[in-house]
């Protein structure tokens, strides 16, 4: 499985972007999918997750301003970012989990798109 990820850039405090991440190749079903984004001092942190079913989960950090959403049919989640401040500067990752038909897990990885919230 491949994670496509797009959508980052540079905005101003107070914008919004909106992050894509398209999954391709052997995909059985992806259980979650979610947003981690890393900074130089940071460890990777999640950002929100969402489940098949559209469970979702967010930190603390941009509940209230971020949105997860998915699209099953078409493999991709997307990460709708607005009020954005300059502490959600980082590169975002995109997530997957997939357990196959026979019970195994394995967790896919995107390869990170830079976000930067700077006036």
């Known amino acids: 499985v491949q994670l496509q990820a797009s959508g980052g850039g540079l905005v101003q405090p107070g914008g919004s972007l909106r992050l894509s991440c398209a999954a391709s190749?052997?995909?059985?079903?992806?259980?979650?999918m979610a947003w981690y984004r890393q900074t130089a001092a940071n460890q990777r942190e999640l950002v929100a997750d969402c489940t098949y079913g559209g469970w979702t989960t967010y930190a603390d950090s941009v509940k209230g301003r971020f949105t997860i959403s998915r699209d099953n049919a078409k493999n991709t989640v997307y990460l709708q970012m607005n009020t954005l401040k300059s502490e959600d500067t980082a590169v975002y990752y995109c997530?997957?989990?997939?357990?196959?038909?026979?019970?195994?897990?394995?967790?896919?990885w995107g390869q990170g798109t830079l976000v930067t919230v700077s006036s």
């Open positions: 997530n997957a989990k997939q357990t196959d038909y026979r019970g195994s897990i394995t967790y896919y």
């Open positions: 190749g052997s995909i059985f079903r992806l259980d979650v």
